[in-house]
């Protein structure tokens, strides 16, 4: 089931009127059209229960509510597509090939919430990706669908692209509200949340754009329609990357409840090397799974049940024979060389994770396995994101699944 890769990638980017053509704006037509009020649509991403899909799952009309329900003149809506973890290509690939389903989903997050400005936010190494925004923002703005009453209504949006520094906290979304405003891109503390006062103290919605894309075709289907697909706490679909270790990398779609053994192999294509997979890591910042891993379904109750989570769904693995220390390195390394240095926790936990995890490259003896979980139940909790336990959670359940391997390497 496609709800949002509709076309083959040989057809390049959508422009508007490709977009238009497979039903395109008919959600923001038609809602314009018959004057409906903004409470209507939240009404129906709740019925349709949308997901948030930038890592926390958090209802998306929920979100919407809040700002809604807040008065105030000044209010702001962004689609964060400051993608940034290794693995992860799915925001890329909307904003490269189907920007518009992102500036629909935008467009009815402000009329929605009452917002009359907003950011597309982008990291500025995310070529591609900009010059498809901009084209889409002149071609709404062309068609009447942008600027100044919108489709002759009351209803008007200023839309900008923002280009923040490539790190990787610069998605996390109080440090996007941090660089739109003219910071270096940290997150702040929380509460209050941006939907509260996010961008210069105002109410703003900040949502992945994937959640975006998702919330335009909910808006089209009906949230009861879009709830009759997926899981009973998961509806619809969600976009997964698979990385170079499978036979056919890439992108893909799939409805919740499909299972990773499904998409492996059915949609990857398998493993290249053909061996089979022993631990599964859901994303980077997820807790690996064992080899029964494979056959839970895709949902983000069934991935928290089993003590991992769905994260934005850039999916690695370990297999038959790999050695699984490199992978934990390259985890340990990036989350000590991505945090941003503001909380002294987070520094001392993610370069303590390190210098354990370089310990035991070195072949260094000791309780290694100890070590790091003391410093995750450190983690819970601390710095103003949610850096620490990001690093935290595929540490700790690598270094148990590995333990003992690990350790008869290192004769302890
Ligand atoms: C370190 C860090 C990096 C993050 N990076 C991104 C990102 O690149 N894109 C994104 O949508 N959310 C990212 N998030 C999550 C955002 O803070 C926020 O929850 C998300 O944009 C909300 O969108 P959603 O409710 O539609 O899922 C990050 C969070 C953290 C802690």
Known sequence: MTLLLTRSPEEGRQDLEAYQAEGGFEALRRI???????????????????????????????????????????KFVIANGGEHEPGSKKDHLLLEKYPHKVLEGLLLAAYATGARKGFVYIIDEMEEARISVERALEELSGAGLLGEGILGTEFSLELHLHLAPPTYVAGEETAVIDSIEGGPAKPRGKPP??????????????????????????????????????TEESKGTMLLTLGGRARNPGVYEVPFGTTYRQLIEELGGGTRSGKAIRALQPAMSSAFLGPEGLDLEISFEALTRAGSSLGCGGISWIEEGQDPLPRLMTIAKFFADSQCGQCPPCNMITSNFL??????????????????????????????????????????????????????????
């Open 193 to 230: 949340y941006p939907s509260e006062a996010g961008l210069y103290g105002k109410p703003t919605t900040i949502n992945n754009v994937e959640s975006l894309a998702q919330a335009a075709v909910l808006l089209r289907m009906g949230g009861s329609e879009y709830a009759k697909t997926g």
């Open 32 to 74: 314009l059209g018959e004057g409906r009020p903004p409470e209507a649509l939240i009404e129906e991403l709740n019925l349709g229960k949308l997901r948030g899909r930038g890592g926390a799952g958090f209802p998306v009309g929920r979100k919407w509510g809040i700002a809604a329900a807040i008065e105030n003149e000044h």
């Open 355 to 412: 210098h354990v995890m370089q310990g035991v490259k070195a072949g260094k003896p000791g309780d290694f396995a100890g070590a790091i979980s003391k410093i995750a139940a450190f983690a819970a909790g601390k710095g103003r994101c949610g850096l620490p336990s990001m690093d935290a959670a595929p540490l700790a359940s690598g270094i148990r699944l590995f333990e003992e391997e690990l350790k008869t390497r290192l004769g302890s």
